[in-house]
């Protein structure tokens, strides 16, 4: 075996090569996988990742007709053709997942946008985790984590302290991913300010080039957008696309959730539907709230009287008005990252209140549980409201 040629390599040139398909596909090779990636440390990373979707195209939970796959890897190989960039093979890639074996990774296709989005689940980390275009990745283990990238993108700083460097290109994207109990800050290029909550995702470029701006959300954010007329910022989320005409805004889009939410702080924003033939805009003034319920096709528009309700979370406050308890105690599970189970009949009162965040969890439990006139206990890792 010649390991010269392959100290160029990158995941995709290993994936397309026809000698370390092989390796890979044939379980009698597994020794020269194993001499490969001894020899080759400095590629350990991009070998892991080529076996990783090379096994799994060969994993055969639902069958394909041969023409499609034909024309599946026809896509792939003419994207290679013309020398995209790693993100971009990895979105046809994982397209080829998606549709002959049914997994479940994200991945993002990124030449110019995020219009093309696969949604599915990152790998689990207790920590706050930034991915950078290049797939460097730099773990964050504080609770709450800032992270502010110059204005050309390539200079990024975490937590005030740390310097992290990247090369800038044209169609590159970058991921930050707050797992729960963690939160986290960023600054982006243009000066845009978004805060994400615990069990979030954003996906946006090191500098927004071309005539706009488009970030990719998944969870919960506010965002302070900086005003540019001559390049509208965008929120794109599974459901639904925001174009941003000013400025303040907190956006809920937890994919496991059925109900979605914008509230308005500031200025004015216009919400469309993913693949809706409904070509109209619907716009939000401030103090209103849009929600959308996933399969149905309109929002629904009404008027707030305190939007501090739906941001303070980012000052570690949960403030509710007629909300539901099994709702509320949702909301605390993603923060503190803990599982929280209810018992309760239908009949339970709709409860108003304030929550300091900043108390442990089981302060803030017996404080919900006073409120609502209920009770909670714990089992194991988990805890358990019921009626009184």
């Given at each position: 075996?010649?390991?010269?040629?392959?100290?160029?390599?990158?995941?995709?040139?290993?994936?397309?090569?026809?000698?370390?398909?092989?390796?890979v596909?044939?379980?009698?090779h597994?020794?020269?996988?194993?001499v490969?990636?001894?020899?080759?440390?400095?590629?350990?990373?991009?070998?892991?990742?080529?076996?990783?979707?090379?096994?799994?195209?060969?994993?055969?939970?639902?069958?394909q007709?041969?023409?499609r796959?034909?024309?599946?890897?026809?896509?792939?190989?003419?994207?290679?053709?013309?020398?995209?960039?790693?993100?971009?093979?990895?979105?046809?890639?994982?397209?080829?997942?998606?549709?002959?074996?049914?997994?479940?990774?994200?991945?993002?296709?990124?030449?110019?946008?995020v219009?093309?989005?696969?949604v599915?689940?990152?790998?689990?980390?207790?920590?706050?985790?930034?991915?950078?275009?290049?797939?460097?990745?730099?773990?964050?283990?504080?609770?709450?984590?800032?992270?502010?990238?110059?204005?050309?993108?390539?200079?990024?700083?975490v937590?005030?302290?740390?310097?992290?460097?990247?090369?800038?290109?044209?169609?590159?994207?970058?991921?930050?991913?707050?797992?729960?109990?963690?939160?986290s800050?960023?600054?982006?290029?243009?000066?845009?300010?978004?805060?994400?909550?615990?069990?979030?995702k954003?996906?946006?470029?090191?500098?927004?080039?071309?005539?706009?701006?488009?970030?990719?959300?998944?969870?919960e954010?506010?965002?302070?957008v900086?005003?540019?007329?001559?390049k509208?910022?965008?929120?794109?989320?599974?459901?639904?696309?925001?174009?941003?005409?000013?400025?303040?805004?907190?956006?809920?889009?937890?994919?496991?959730?059925?109900?979605?939410?914008?509230?308005?702080?500031?200025g004015?924003?216009s919400?469309?539907?993913?693949?809706?033939?409904?070509?109209?805009?619907?716009?939000l003034?401030?103090?209103q709230?849009?929600?959308?319920?996933?399969?149905?096709?309109?929002?629904?528009?009404?008027?707030?009287?305190?939007?501090?309700?739906?941001?303070?979370w980012?000052?570690?406050?949960?403030?509710?008005?007629?909300?539901?308890?099994?709702?509320?105690?949702?909301?605390?599970?993603?923060?503190?990252?803990?599982?929280?189970?209810?018992?309760l009949?239908?009949?339970?009162?709709?409860?108003?209140?304030?929550?300091?965040?900043?108390d442990?969890?089981?302060?803030?439990?017996?404080?919900?549980a006073?409120?609502?006139?209920?009770?909670?206990?714990?089992?194991?890792?988990?805890?358990v409201?019921?009626?009184?």
């Amino acid at each position: 075996m010649n390991l010269e040629h392959f100290k160029l390599y990158t995941t995709d040139d290993f994936i397309f090569d026809d000698d370390f398909r092989k390796i890979v596909q044939e379980s009698g090779h597994s020794d020269r996988l194993k001499v490969l990636l001894e020899n080759l440390p400095e590629k350990r990373n991009e070998i892991n990742i080529a076996v990783h979707v090379l096994r799994g195209l060969h994993v055969e939970r639902f069958h394909q007709p041969y023409q499609r796959k034909k024309d599946l890897w026809h896509q792939i190989l003419q994207a290679q053709k013309k020398q995209v960039r790693f993100m971009y093979f990895r979105y046809a890639a994982s397209l080829l997942l998606l549709i002959g074996v049914g997994s479940a990774v994200l991945y993002i296709a990124a030449k110019k946008n995020v219009d093309k989005v696969i949604v599915a689940n990152n790998p689990p980390s207790d920590n706050a985790t930034l991915i950078l275009a290049d797939g460097k990745e730099v773990s964050i283990s504080s609770k709450q984590s800032t992270v502010h990238f110059s204005s050309d993108g390539s200079g990024i700083v975490v937590n005030d302290t740390s310097g992290v460097a990247q090369a800038v290109s044209n169609d590159g994207l970058n991921q930050m991913i707050v797992p729960y109990g963690k939160r986290s800050f960023v600054l982006l290029s243009e000066g845009t300010k978004v805060w994400l909550n615990s069990g979030s995702k954003l996906v946006f470029p090191s500098v927004f080039k071309g005539k706009t701006r488009e970030v990719y959300l998944e969870g919960e954010a506010l965002f302070d957008v900086t005003k540019n007329n001559e390049k509208p910022f965008y929120v794109k989320t599974d459901v639904f696309k925001m174009k941003v005409y000013g400025t303040k805004f907190n956006v809920q889009a937890y994919l496991q959730d059925n109900a979605y939410s914008i509230v308005l702080v500031e200025g004015k924003v216009s919400m469309n539907i993913n693949n809706s033939v409904q070509l109209t805009e619907v716009f939000l003034a401030p103090n209103q709230k849009a929600s959308l319920t996933k399969g149905q096709g309109n929002f629904e528009i009404n008027n707030v009287e305190n939007t501090e309700i739906y941001t303070a979370w980012i000052e570690g406050y949960l403030t509710f008005v007629n909300e539901e308890v099994p709702d509320l105690l949702k909301r605390v599970s993603r923060y503190y990252n803990v599982t929280i189970e209810t018992e309760l009949p239908d009949n339970v009162e709709k409860i108003y209140g304030k929550l300091d965040l900043k108390d442990d969890l089981e302060r803030v439990l017996d404080g919900i549980a006073f409120i609502s006139k209920t009770k909670y206990k714990k089992e194991g890792n988990k805890y358990v409201f019921m009626a009184n």
